[in-house]
């Protein structure tokens, strides 16, 4: 089994910068990438970035050069780097681990709010 810890979360201003961090436990060996996912009231959940075990990353157009996936494999820690935010970007930012078998395992979510 994986679990996964988020935190970083908060308030914050338009144009302000947030990190959140994700701690991974248990079977990390299994895990073959990382992301973060987020979803805003009435909204489904959407892709937000990914970092794969290689170090490769992708991200959704609305969070590319604002937004910065990162990781730390000695500490089985994933980071996202938010600048620039907006208030669109207020959600409840997941953290995912994707094991091999193509399992998800889902942190249990941190709140970022952007005001205006």
């Known amino acids: 089994q994986v679990q996964l810890v988020e935190s970083g979360g908060g308030l914050v201003q338009a144009g302000g910068s947030l990190r959140l961090s994700c701690a991974a436990s248990g079977s990390v060996s299994s895990i073959t990438s990382m992301g973060w996912y987020r979803q805003a009231p009435g909204n489904q959940r959407e892709f937000v970035a990914r970092?794969?075990?290689?170090?490769?990353?992708n991200y959704a157009d609305s969070v590319k050069g604002r937004f910065t996936i990162s990781r730390d494999s000695a500490k089985n820690t994933v980071y996202l780097q938010m600048n620039s935010l907006k208030p669109e970007d207020t959600a409840v930012f997941y953290c995912?681990?994707?094991?091999?078998?193509?399992?998800?395992?889902w942190g249990q979510g941190t709140q970022v709010t952007v005001s205006s």
């Open positions: 970092i794969t075990s290689g170090g490769s990353s």
């Open positions: 995912n681990a994707r094991l091999r078998g193509f399992i998800d395992r």
